[in-house]
């Protein structure tokens, strides 16, 4: 009992390392499930996302399928939430907390829920209508107000125009007589009628002259402005209308006026014929508007009673169609078997979930009440299974980004683990600045302590979520730019001195090179080869003093580069080694010798040497020899060209132990080359008889299944397709070798000419290093410096402004812009430099039936 | 004197990678991590020790000194031990 604990918790914890460096093992399984008690099992699964379904149907028109009536209640009922929430969402009604997580109703309950959708549904719409006729009857009663009050304006200013006796040739008889006196106009005999309403703004001009196109001057057109903004009662905008009054007497031209103010979609309103009738009038639409007014109230409050109502609810709803749904989809994946009582589904699950998924079905039987119980049956296949890979929160980011280059094969070695610290590693090689990395940590640091505010996980601003998803991976490029700006020794452009300096100004002065007065602007350098001048390399980092130089970036480019090509060539050897993972997994130990060890030769033979070459210039040149210290570039070329004699040695003997390395390189590239692919068919040549013996073996046995299992456990195990081969694919196997060959030719090209390439573009560390720090400085030169030097009490009040320009310009361009750069090019020197010294990235990703990672069409409508 | 200096530099920084990659490893406790956890202080160790240790070769026998403007001179002169 003490031992088994123990054994579990080291088998547990080899197979979740199993699971990062190397991906799940599946299985292809089968599941039988009773048609009573299906719909429960595939809740279950999918409550808890074990398995990813595999269509069993594919041939089938989805409107064949057998549950296409139940997904075309589903998607009605969709319709209706869809309207609820549009609805919700215009009333400004916020929903309650989403952390409910409802089950999976039984098909006999989704009929009261569709009786439920359907009824809210119909009184919704009915109330909306309601509101909307009250509205139209709202607006046209207060137009009819501003008519009439401003038609009496009309009155009162034509009034005192009689006294001005304004001359109408055409109507003599009317200057006397006001519009509105209608005694005088009975007298004359003449029928004046008059015809008022509302028109657009927009359109009285062109109202005007059509009327006097038309009528020629027997009407009268007075108009005012509105001076507040009516809402349109059919696009609910406010628009600026304008009150006329038109009078005109004959019938005939009465009709066309009409005619011309139904073409202009006027509002007309009757006009009140005396004084008493107009204010009666206005009483009246006065005490019906304050109804109205009441009654809408009203009908808006029930309004928002209804919905509110319905939102408490109608999470839920949308939580449970859309399960619903998911699993009506995946019933009609299934088969029906012989006796049309069960139904077949086949799943990809990890085999250690077996046992889950057994207890699973047992759950879902029980829960339903079945008599019979539903089980799983583990199928053998030829197929490749997806890939599954495990992650925690932490490291989820990191195999996100791998993914991003392509999902791993099955059971492949996952570059992920390796990523998680080298990825950080060369962003900070490449962004090194102590004060930068700092403020990136921090910001990190803030979301990942914040990472549970539900406000801050569920924004809907993409850039936002981009850096959220990655505040781990910004952590740890923030926490290794720390490290890196220390050894550079640059914060914020400026160098820490720590330790004191190695390099000593007194002793040119003791030693008496410069003279005690210096005079001029010149520029006078230190010579280590004095006593005294150099002290001992600054223990960590560089040493402040070159930042103060002048020749600093001398210095800084030559080992800046040296870095970059040191830290290049170790990462690509250990990609190169990591491939032998692969190799011993697939049982290909013939790769260690054919493809591996060529490989590692060529590049170590070489590249391997060039920083031999860099670490021993490094250790065993002094200042003393450095008028003859030889340049490593010319000598690395030189070692190809074998061109020994013209230049200096680096070290005795150096001639032959080139010429010598050199050899093995370059016969490397023939093994490379030919090694595998001849290996290879002489194995099936040469087997070939062995392997009838085999298939002799073979047939001997009883079940198919067994020959199947076996060949399936072959399969897993990796073994390769040769060891099997029959007489009958001697032609296929020729095939094979010229693929085999042609396959293994561009791998040797690539990879010897990738050698060089990649090895340059190391060069990035460099290159992006210097940008970096070249922006540090300029933004501190040209910004900072200048508010640092006023000295006056001006200057204090000067600095605020200067230092918010400097921490815009520092965020804006150096943390964001120079940090996305370095982190596309650490990205692309992790996908090309590193992966494709292993890695083939050709995979399908494991996806499995879960609910909790089916998209909802609310969500991504921005209604949830 | 110097070489003291770079002695004691050199024994601190191995002292200090070496136990992060190859002591604290075997204290992690058993767990589904474990093994990640051990890959990353691994690394870590790794990586950062060879960037110091680049450093700090690059600056053992400097071939050249820095240039300095005169006005930096006299101030590092009074200013500087």
Known sequence: MLARPRSRGVSEATVKMCSLLRGEEMCLAQLFLQSGSAYDCISELGELGLVEFRDLNPNVNSFQRKHVNEIKKCEEMERILGYLLREIKKADISLPDRDVNPVTPLPKHVITIMEQLQRLEVELGEVTRNKEKLQKNLLELTEYTHMLRITRSFVQRSAEREHLEAQYEEFPFLEKDAMMDYSSMQRLGAKLGFISGLIQRVKIEAFERMLWRVCKGYTILSYAEVEEYLEDPDTGEPMQSVVFLISYWGDQIGQKVKKICDCYHCHLYPYPSSNEERNDVVEGLRTRIQDLHTVLHRTEDYLKQVLIKASESVYTWVIQVKKMKAIYYILNQCSFDVTNKCLIAEVWCPVNDIPTLRRALEEGSRKSGATVPSFVNRLPTTDTPPTLIRTNKFTSGFQNIVDAYGVGTYREVNPAPFTIITFPFLFAVMFGDLGHGAIMFLSAAWMVLYENNRKLKNTRNEIWNTFFEGRYIILMMGLFSIYTGLIYNDCFSKSLNIFGSGWSVRAMFENNVWDSVISGNGVLTLDPNITGVFKGPYPLGIDPIWNLASNRLTFLNSYKMKMSVILGIIHMSFGVVLSTFNHLHFRKKYNLYLVFLPELLFMLCLFGYLVFMILYKWLFFTVKDSRHAPSILIQFINMFLMQSDTMQPLYPGQAGLQVFLLVIALLSVPVLLLGKPVYLYWLQNGSHRLGMYRGYERVRRNSEEELYLMRAHDMEEGSSLSDFSTSGEHNTEEFNFADEFLHQAIHTIEYCLGCVSNTASYLRLWALSLAHAQLSEVLWAMVMRIGLRMDTSLGVLFLVPVFGLFAVLTVSILLVMEGLSAFLHALRLHWVEFQNKFYSGTGVKFCPFSFSLLPSSFEHDGLL | ?81
């Not at chain 2, 110097?2 to 990659?21: D, K, N, P, Y």
């Not at chain 2, 060879?50 to 009074?78: R, V």
């Open chain 2, 1 to 81: 004197m110097a070489e003291m200096g770079f002695a004691i530099a050199v024994s601190v920084m191995t002292l200090f990678w070496g136990i992060v990659g190859g002591v604290v490893p075997w204290f992690i406790p058993k767990g589904p991590n474990r093994g990640v956890i051990v890959t990353m202080l691994v690394l870590t160790a790794v990586c950062c020790y060879l960037f110091w240790l680049i450093a700090i070769l690059a600056q053992l026998n400097p071939l050249f000194g820095p240039a300095l403007s005169t006005d930096t001179i006299w101030y590092l002169w009074y200013h500087w031990p």
